[in-house]
Every structure is written in C-alpha cells, then in structure tokens.
C-alpha cells in the first residue's frame, strides 16, 4: 500500500504560479508517478507523469510548457511545478501512483493509489 499526501494547491491570480508536493508513505524509487486533475462538472483528466527513475516525463496537450513534473525520490516526493497559470486550470489536483501497463497511462481507472486531492483555483 502507498499512501499520497498533497500539499501546495491555493488561491493565485492568473499569470501566477504554484509549485504542489505529493508525500508517499513509502519508497517511491520502483515506482511511476503522476498528477490527474478534476473540474467541477467535468471527468478526471491526465495532467503528467514521471517514470520511477525521473529519466521520462509526460504531459497533456493543455500544459502547453507551463507545467514542470519532478521527482526527490530521497523524500520519495513528487512535484508539479505550475507556472502562466490560467483561469481553466482551477481544479482539485491528485497525486497517483503504480498505472497499470506504461508510466503515462491517461486513464484514471488504470492507476492504483491516489491522494485526497489539493484545490487550485485561478482568480482573473
């Protein structure tokens, strides 16, 4: 079992930044990593991934280079760097962990642990 703890979502005015943190319970060396994230109204959607290893990252069309994903894998700690934040992008982000089949599966159902979640709200 992993459990994931994020941290770092907030208030910010467009053109902003933040930078979330999602804490596993567990060594996360062996293990994928990425950030989903979820609109009032809308599905859960792929934001990014890292590979175990932080050799490979993936991003969804809409990051468009705003957005940066690492990993500490020391604090076993994942990152998402959000920088030219938009007004769309307000949303609960979720940290998840262990996809099924290749590190940036887009499926939601396809990964195995999640955290709570951390609001991001955009102001205009």
């Known amino acids: 079992q992993v459990q994931l703890v994020e941290s770092g979502g907030g208030l910010v005015q467009a053109g902003g930044s933040l930078r979330l943190s999602c804490a596993a319970s567990l060594r996360t060396f062996s293990i994928h990593l990425g950030w989903f994230r979820q609109a009032p109204g809308k599905e859960r959607e792929f934001v990014a991934a890292?590979?175990?290893?932080?050799?490979?990252?993936a991003y969804a069309d809409f990051v468009e280079g705003r957005f940066t994903i690492s990993r500490d894998n020391a604090k076993n700690t994942v990152y998402l760097q959000m920088n030219s934040l938009k007004t769309e992008d307000t949303a609960v982000y979720y940290c998840a962990a262990d996809p099924k089949e290749y590190y940036s599966n887009r499926n939601p159902t396809d990964w195995n642990y999640w955290g709570q979640g951390t609001q991001v709200t955009v102001s205009s």
């Open positions: 890292i590979t175990s290893s932080g050799s490979r990252t």
